[in-house]
């Protein structure tokens, strides 16, 4: 008897333009070259102990089923304070305060709950590579407004010039991913007045929050009224707790935002492990591992660009996270991702080229590297890039 052959399906694909990305082709070929990875953005040194054990604590003592949708309640009051402490905004730690799977959950939760079938959403270019898949998952178009080069500053005339009665969102990331630029008061303002007349939704992602430097503020989207109203406001405990892997981050907007943000939120991830958010609302009982984050960083990025002055590379400015640009161009005439490839393959350390960050690649020259590292593991690719 002749069996037909299983077969599996075929069908359109959502995102047929989506493929490996650069990340995982950098940090693969990282590996097999024994390279020193400056190219993913994660620490490779440990969390403060005492996290652990209040983590290990909560598991002991039960915390180890569902916690309610939105979050446990003492982790969703401890952000709230914490966010009224530093940017003088009270959310309700109730209604307007959501627990999630990291800050890419937030950042796609937060476009699909708002994004409909032709709705445009700007970004700002260069940008980070979640934002355009999760806007035409919505069914959205993307809407690409390019920051200055060289500078990276807003470009308020081209931002306005982009806004249409169809646009539905504006993304905004500071300190940004991957530039290493802070918005100023000023410029956060100048938006806060671009939008005032507009219904559009702004979601501000605010990740390296805590990672700013040579004493200027992060101005939040929550500290001006203007913005606060329309806001997602999206943090994240991975990047300022040194721990990525946990995948735990919190979006606080006004109650009918949030409102909205749940109906998608208790259906794509409905909650988020218990016995961590237990652990991290004991852990926020104490300001200073955060407050003290800007010092911590401030003092690897010096290091860090203290012997990039030993190398052929030009290092840009870096206001905050924990991102270093480099101008390669008195090395190598490669392009920026072939670049990455003969730093990786010949001076053994791996990079990301910011071209990575622009729809369809724009060449300047200019490669990312990470200083989210050990002292040792800097040092060691600083003397590998003095080579070179």
Known sequence: MNQTPARTPVFPSRLPQVGTTIFSVMSALASEHGAVNLGQGFPDFD???RLIEHVTAAMRAGHNQYPPMPGVPALRQAVARKIEALYGRRYDADAEITVTAGATQALLTAVLCCVHPGDEVIVLEPCYDSYAPGIELS????????????SFRPDFARIAAAITPRTRALMLNSPHNPTATVWTQAE??????????????????????????DGQPHVSACSLPGLAARAFVISSFGKTFHVTGWKVGTVA??????????????????????????GLARYLADP?????????????RDLF?????????????TQGSYFQCVDYRAVSALGEADFCRWLTREAGVAAIPLSAFYDGGFEQGIVRLCFAKKDETLLQALERLARI
């Open 139 to 150: 069914g959205g178009r993307v809407v690409r407004v390019p920051l200055v080069p060289g």
């Open 288 to 300: 200073e591992p955060y407050r003290s984050l800007p010092a911590f960083y401030q003092r690897k």
């Open 188 to 213: 956060m303002q100048a938006l806060e007045a671009l939008l005032a007349p507009t219904e559009i939704v702004l979601i501000s992602d605010e990740v390296y929050e805590h990672m700013v430097f």
């Open 47 to 49: 969390c403060d102990p």
């Open 253 to 278: 907007a006004p109650a009918p935002l949030m409102a909205e943000f749940r109906k998608v939120h208790q259906f794509n991830v409905f909650t988020v492990n218990t016995p961590m958010q237990h």
């Open 305 to 317: 660009r203290e012997g990039l002055g030993r190398t052929r590379l030009l290092a840009l400015h």
